[in-house]
């Protein structure tokens, strides 16, 4: 199947009168047939959040204009924020990784068999162990040993790496290292982690140990894009799963890895598809 | 709380460039400040479908005329089929009910809390066992005594009684009887069922008894519009609830209670908001 | 439909080799026919938990006896904690309530309709303004004003009343006072509280604001047991529901009504059925 | 992680006093620690469930011996249907596939991992596809190319390999070949399917495209053992996801391969776990 050629608006600006109208004029003057339009006001705030994707064929403005023909038509006069996207672009994601190999293994599984329009250029661990998968989807490993010393030393060796390989987006897929401020803020709103509890809940470490010991009813796994507030960064996407009192710690584990997996894989397309904008700690998720 | 003095257009039309752009344009140029606006394309049969809520304080088009402006100016053009809502009219709405009493009662109780904007001028019924609980709650309530000779007399009769209390909309609050095309005809998605099972599976009769039957693990309640073919109308809303082999058919029954009245609730509330457009037997529901 | 003649034992100790062997054998040599038995061992602890329900019919030990005849042959030597039940003894209820009215409803709509075999002799509120619907349901009303001087002195009294009622549990629901410790000491596992949220996130006041705040994707409500220790007891039952970033604080107090009214009634049941069982601020609740 | 050295009863037979009285004192009587009890009594049949499993460590029956003097102290009085399984032992089970590979690869991933604890002795597949996936994971593949005059032939030397590699169970993981009457009849409750749909809805084939037309609001994947009848097994298992207008039939395809591989893999484990009974087309699960 060959990549579809859209183009993908995200923007968010303060709300005012005539901004969709506007928008969708600017579109269809230049003969843009759009294909999927989504918006929002969050009033508490008065803030105006919009989607529009629309067919690149026939549309009249040369595809390497259309940011600055944008920016300087509509962007700059309603001080907007603003994302242009193609489709036709395969993002580079890397993949970062521990011990624990289910998200690790249901990505790569999404990955080979199509599901997915990407590029991995990098799995990258603290540990080697998943380095004969990762050879076996014929995707390069990169094993950083660390231990409490060379933390600052690997991380920048990473992030060259990453830079080195063009990588727009990072996937933190179990990987139970907490990243610096200064890696963090490299990847605003593109670094996207799985934490195993149905969040606020259960934030920081041993999250399935603490809900035995509570009693819940309910677990739950929450993929977030990453910010430096441990487990606090805007929410991309949860589910959860009912226990009962026959469930052990090690039935909680076995349980949440399937939520974790698919709530991540789920936070992945949702990115892909250009579908979540953040504003404030909180995202706008269009279906 | 006041009734918001908003307007609301439902719209589908086929699908073409520049759609969205004219109608938030016709607003807009009218200094209409649009509140919510969704779109949908049905790619396989190119329909489009549009809802549109704008405040009606400085729109400069007089209440009145709205619908005439709009039908020579844009709907005509396009050959839409279009509704136009005003949401400081309070809807009327009638309940069926036969002996179940659950959905009734929840509904009743969120009328009485003003959780809707609704009037209720009638209650009726082929028993008259819930005679009492209508006059607590002070709604007029109608006993229309059924039997297998009197059928076509009884709904001719029940069609002039809700011409003249000017019903909007009808819910079938688990009403066991079945209603002839001629009456159906005359509320083309306006009369609203709960079906107690996961349509398609178990349409008709004691489906408790036939999910039971069948072993399922979960079950299901479905709340549709109503068209001449039985429990076969466009889907509003669905939800399930998981079941295990320790439930009887009694307790099938109780659980599903609960589903029922959840899911005929929310239907009615995505009908009130104005969010469900019917096109080939199937619904856009607008969150 | 008439009540049950059975019983009901609910048990908890120590676990070791011979427990189920040695109570059914009882049972057995009695003549009772076990209609339900339910077992578990929390292993970490060890200790062993068990619900059995037998007829009474043709059991060959004489009602009143039963208690003491259990205790001295079973219940002493194993250091057992247990309670006896019989079913066709109507537990009685307590509701206290404030403003909100959709848990209040819908316990009464089941109440009415006969889903539950209870009494309730009292609705207890601060506030009068449920005094109406109470007495639509014939049920005595109880109003008591409070202010921040005479709480220990209305609590008195309502335990008064509730010891003159014969009170067997109190549901408090959407009740907005804070219990004092010997209130709830006088009903340990006997009060039972629904929370607005999923617990353990979003303790205490305002959680719908606080989720919304927060930018979950799911909301939920949580029934459990009140000890000393504010929205911390033992968990009965929480259920969820998904939200959306078009959900503001309104819609999530509506969509979580639904919620925590279900989620209560479900609470309840699990209650009456005897299927509840604590132990270290966790329940076993046995389907 | 060793194996546990447990053995499991899984006992059917009329419903009378003292079975469980019975069945635990025996296993008392011989020095058996029960790990885990299970019953129930389906009451509209009269049939009696159980589930008991304990530790063979001090048990005084050698383990060899268990099967004839349980028969001969007990199942034979009572008529039992029942099975004897021994937790040391690791089930083999075969793995049949087509050309979708999702439940292929999350079931590998998982043996990999160590989440089960099985022997694969074959991937068998009417396909050379997965031949790749399966020679990474060390597991023989078996091509069997098939056409419509070959089916009888084909059937008869998959049977034959089973037979040589000791297989215990078949998982059909989206396997599009109908096994003929025989071949189920070898592997009663032995084999099961996952289908694509929230059975008893659309079964057969094209379940999405279905469900897609009717504009069902939730679709389902079900697990079931095969009988001759097909789509029509006893349910193991069953799960939902929410969809919406938005979504196309290629969206469902992909939504459903999430459910489909959990839904899978659950039933496995619970088959595994040897807590699944059949009686009359419908399975009693314990949990």
Chains 1, 2, 3, 4 share one sequence.
Not at 37 to 54: A, N, P, Q, T, Y
Not at 154 to 179: G, K, P, S, W
Not at 190 to 202: C, D, E, G, V
Not at 227 to 239: K, S, Y
């Amino acid at each position: 199947m060959g990549l579809k050629n859209h183009a993908i608006l995200l923007i968010h600006c303060n709300d005012r009168k005539g901004l969709i109208s506007t928008i969708t004029h600017f579109l269809f003057e230049h003969n843009g047939n759009i294909i999927d339009l989504d918006e929002h006001v969050e009033k508490s705030e008065g803030i105006f959040f919009m989607r529009v994707e629309w067919e690149l064929e026939g549309f009249d403005i040369p595809k390497e204009n259309i940011h600055s023909v944008f920016d300087e038509k509509i962007a700059s006069q309603f001080e907007m924020e603003w994302q242009l996207h193609f489709t036709d672009k395969k993002p580079r994601m890397a993949i970062f990784v521990s011990k624990a190999s289910h998200c690790l293994y249901d990505i790569l599984s999404r990955h080979y068999s199509g599901e997915w329009q990407i590029e991995i250029p990098a799995i990258i661990s603290n540990h080697s162990i998943h380095e004969e998968v990762a050879n076996r989807y014929g995707i390069p490993f990169y094993h950083f040993e660390m231990n409490k010393d060379n933390k600052a030393e690997v991380e920048m060796a990473q992030m060259t790496l990453l830079t080195e390989l063009r990588v727009d987006f990072i996937i933190l897929a179990r990987y139970m290292q907490i990243l610096s401020n200064d890696f963090i803020s490299a990847y605003p709103n593109r670094i996207i982690n799985i934490h195993h509890s149905f969040l606020p809940a259960f934030a920081g470490a041993k999250p399935y140990h603490r809900a035995h010991e509570r009693g819940v009813k309910i677990i739950g796994a929450t993929s977030h894009y990453v910010t430096a507030d441990l487990d606090a960064g805007p929410i991309i996407e949860q589910d959860v799963v009912k226990i009962s009192h026959k469930n052990t710690v090690e039935d909680l584990i076995r349980k949440g890895k399937d939520l974790e997996k698919i709530v991540l894989s789920r936070a992945i397309w949702t990115h892909l598809q250009r579908k979540a904008l953040v504003h404030n700690n909180r995202t706008v998720i269009f279906e």
